[in-house]
């Protein structure tokens, strides 16, 4: 099977049942979440069957997923589902803070270090802004779930959050040319 187009089936599947089960039961959390978190878990084992691995962030994602959407069904509470993705931001930033006391080198460097070739420097700025991000973007979860609307907020998690992430990015270019390391 296509690497590109399993990476994309177990990305974006989950969260295309959960918006069809969102959007045909009338906007019903309790009714999306169970297939969400079913096509998730399928999309680990898929994965794995493919791949015989699962990355971690897919795997801490999908345990965050069952976690938190079993928790919003068992108390009938959205809040666990609202505040889900400011757990996960808030662990990756500390992931990148404390990950180089028990790493002795930035997590960035670790994870990315083979595709991207940077001075020290580099990496510890990127890392910087990387957690400042993460933090911000917790906030502003926080912010869109206690300020709008549940339907505001499933969309502003997809549709607003991906492309904060993607532009966060690309403004992160001028600091990787910066700090490349030529081979």
Do not use: C
């Amino acid at each position: 099977m296509n690497k590109s187009f399993l990476k994309f089936v177990t990305d974006f599947g989950p969260l295309i049942i959960f918006f069809f089960y969102y959007y045909d039961s009338d906007k019903n959390l309790k009714v999306a979440i169970p297939p969400f978190i079913i096509a998730t878990i399928m999309s680990l084992i898929i994965m794995w069957f493919f791949e015989k691995q699962i990355p971690k962030v897919p795997l801490l994602s999908g345990v965050l997923i069952t976690f938190f959407g079993g928790l919003t069904i068992y108390f009938n509470n959205p809040i666990f589902i609202y505040i889900k993705p400011t757990i996960i931001n808030i662990l990756f930033g500390l992931a990148l803070i404390f990950g180089r006391y028990f790493t002795n080198e930035p997590v960035l460097k670790k994870i990315m270090g083979k595709t991207i070739l940077l001075t020290d420097e580099g990496w510890s700025i990127l890392t910087k802004r990387w957690v400042y991000f993460f933090f911000a973007l917790a906030i502003l979860n926080e912010f869109v779930w206690r300020t709008q609307s549940e339907e505001f907020w499933v969309n502003f998690k997809v549709w607003g959050m991906l492309p904060i992430t993607f532009v966060f990015t690309a403004f992160q270019i001028s600091i990787i040319n910066k700090h490349k390391i030529n081979e």
